[in-house]
């Protein structure tokens, strides 16, 4: 099952400088896109979400950008933190009015001092 | 904080036996899912609960697997006869409402089956 990808497994980036994850999905009929960010030993922690009637998505540090013909979006940190080292999971929902979220494979962040 | 809460955090048990994976999710919620993470793998969807019974499952949620919520309170999952490839993290989480998708995750309980 490879509706929702992040093709990067690994990004590291400076203190300070942006931090920009990817994600790509294939089912069209997905309305709601998230990210979940996970340290270890502890779950999945909702970060940021957008809806696909959307195109940008702001909180704080964390903005979310939809390019809906692509069929991609994106998370971007800025300025990127020590804390906010861990992975990033991208995730979709409401295909066909599932519960479900589908996730991607995850990408892991290290930010650099 | 109010958080959902897993026991155990961490059982071996031998193939063939049965686990039972406890959850208290947050308590005003009212959708109750199990997710499980596969060593490398993606987190993946098992089933999803709601008014007492199984909203939706997956593939892999199979004859084997079934979910409970017994008192109100714990959310159950249940495991009869353990495979080698049940080792995994099990994720339980909770939300009040889905249209969102905004799930409170619990830390998981990692499964090792031997």
């Known amino acids: 099952d490879q509706q929702v990808k992040q093709n990067s497994p690994s990004l590291s980036v400076q203190e300070g400088r942006i931090s920009i994850l990817n994600c790509d999905y294939t089912n069209s009929m997905f309305d709601y896109f998230l990210w979940y960010k996970k340290y270890p030993a502890e779950g999945p922690t909702f970060l940021i979400s957008?809806?696909?009637?959307?195109d940008k998505n702001e909180d704080g540090r964390f903005t979310v950008f939809l390019n809906k013909s692509a069929k991609h979006l994106s998370l971007h940190i800025v300025p990127s933190q020590p804390g906010d080292s861990a992975v990033y999971f991208c995730?979709?929902?409401?295909?066909?009015?599932?519960?479900?979220?589908?996730f991607g494979q995850g990408t892991r962040l290290t930010i650099n001092p | 904080e109010p958080e959902v809460t897993q026991t155990p955090s961490h059982q071996v048990t031998q193939m063939g036996q049965e686990v039972i994976l406890r959850c208290v999710p947050i308590s005003n919620h009212l959708y109750f899912y199990w997710y499980r993470q596969i060593l490398g793998q993606k987190v993946e969807f098992l089933v999803s609960f709601y008014n007492n019974e199984i909203s939706e499952k997956s593939e892999i949620f199979d004859d084997q697997f079934s979910v409970e919520r017994p008192d109100g309170s714990n959310f159950t999952l249940k495991i009869r006869s353990t495979k080698l490839e049940d080792s995994a993290m099990y994720f339980c989480?909770?939300?009040?409402?889905?249209?969102?998708?905004?799930?409170?995750f619990g830390e998981g309980s990692r499964l090792t089956v031997l």
């Open positions: 957008i809806s696909s009637i959307k």
């Open positions: 995730a979709a929902t409401g295909a066909q009015g599932a519960q479900k979220l589908v």
């Open positions: 989480a909770s939300t009040l409402e889905f249209n969102t998708g905004e799930l409170f």
